[in-house]
């Protein structure tokens, strides 16, 4: 079992910036990849961005430019820096870790208010 933990989110202009952290525990050295979703209601949580064990990286086109995902694998903490926040980014992101049998693991989720 991995147990994740967010932390960062709250309100912030546009053209503002934060930072979202996620701790991981438990048996985190079956984790492979590690990733930020975000969902608002009503509709799919979506891929923002996701990091390799390798640090290989990948991001959503909407976010390209603008977050940057990092791992630090000796405090076992994955980090979302977000800047040029737009009212679109508005959303409750989570942390998210799969094993490499393939299991996903979800934080509880963290709110980003974006205001214009």
């Known amino acids: 079992q991995v147990q994740l933990v967010e932390s960062g989110g709250g309100l912030v202009q546009a053209g503002g910036s934060l930072r979202l952290s996620c701790a991981a525990s438990g048996n985190i050295f079956s984790i492979n990849y590690m990733g930020w979703y975000r969902q608002i209601p009503g509709k799919q949580r979506e891929l923002v961005a996701h990091?390799?064990?390798?640090?290989?990286?990948n991001y959503a086109d909407s976010v390209k430019g603008r977050f940057a995902i990092s791992r630090d694998n000796a405090k076992n903490t994955l980090y979302l820096q977000m800047n040029s926040l737009k009212p679109e980014d508005t959303a409750v992101y989570y942390c998210n870790a799969e094993s490499g049998y393939g299991k996903h693991y979800w934080g509880q989720g963290t709110q980003v208010t974006v205001s214009s």
């Open positions: 990091i390799t064990r390798g640090g290989s990286t």
